[in-house]
Each structure stands twice: as C-alpha cells, then as structure tokens.
C-alpha cells in the first residue's frame, strides 16, 4: 500500500503505528520516506536498558514492538502464579495487580529469581520491569511510548511518553 502510494504520487508521508515499526518497512520500500512519522510501545527507562542487554546477550533483538512487553507479560504470569499459589486463571487475575504495583521492592529484568524467592517469603513485589510496568483499573497498562519520525532510511525517535 505504501508503495504503490509513493508510486502513484497519492502521498509521500504516512503515519505509521506498532505493527509498520520496522528495518523491513525501510529495506522494501523503494522511496523517500522522510518526514513518515509514528508511534510504538517504548521507554528510555533503566528497565529497558538492562532488558536490551539481557536480550542482546541471548541473541534478541530488542527495540521492536512488543519485545519488552512480552517478557514483562510473561514475568507478571510467573509473579501472579507464585503469589497466589495457583495457575488458576481466578488466581492469577486476584494476584497480577499486586505483583506489578506498590508496595514491594522493585524488580527488574533479570530479577525474577529474587522477585519468586522474595513472594514464597511471603514479602511483596512491585514488577517493573523492562517496560516501567503500572497497571491501572481492571489491569490496563498505564503506558508509555515512543514517537518515531524517518529521516533519510532510518527511523529516529523524537521522544518517549
């Protein structure tokens, strides 16, 4: 759709969201598409630096939609499970809230040894993180962002959320 656009000379910028957010849009599309802009999931946090280290270091590239929500999806699972005792699905949601908020000592990627060991104590945990995880309401994430501009055949981030 995009080529076709730039090739008819119906538009030459787009607005890209999650799923358009990748080296692959830039390598296939033959066209300048400077000045395209977007958003995708992200954070500059201390959680995502570690996290792409992590990943980096397990042959994952970090930095694409979702990669740092994944993990911290599958993390607060792995907390809910062990705080309620139960892989029961009523179990896991009357827990997530409390693994992923105040109070408890904060865990971040990496850390879900200490943060399992810590819950079987019978202390609290507050998950954070590679994505600076918050849950609000019924467990929607709070969020957080990065907006992205492409200039030349790269895209560059203009600021997080």
Request: avoid cysteine; proline fraction near 3%.
């Amino acid at each position: 759709m995009i080529q076709t656009s730039i090739d008819s000379g119906a538009f030459d910028k787009f607005i890209l969201a999650d799923g358009m957010f990748g080296e692959s849009l830039l390598k296939n599309v033959d066209g300048d598409l400077s000045g395209t802009f977007g958003t995708v999931p992200g954070t500059d946090s201390k959680g995502s630096a570690s996290f792409a280290e992590m990943a980096k270091g397990a042959g994952i590239k970090a930095g694409g939609p979702f990669t740092g929500e994944s993990y911290d999806a599958a993390a607060l699972l792995v907390l809910a499970m062990q705080s309620g005792g139960s892989t029961d699905r009523a179990a896991l949601a009357s827990n997530v809230l409390a693994v992923a908020n105040t109070p408890g000592e904060k865990i971040m990627p990496g850390e879900l040894g200490k943060a399992l060991r810590i819950l079987a104590g019978g202390g609290a945990v507050d998950y954070v993180g590679a994505t600076n995880v918050e849950l609000v309401g019924p467990g929607e994430a709070s969020g957080s962002y990065k907006e992205f501009e492409i200039k030349g055949k790269a895209f560059t981030t203009v600021r997080f959320r």
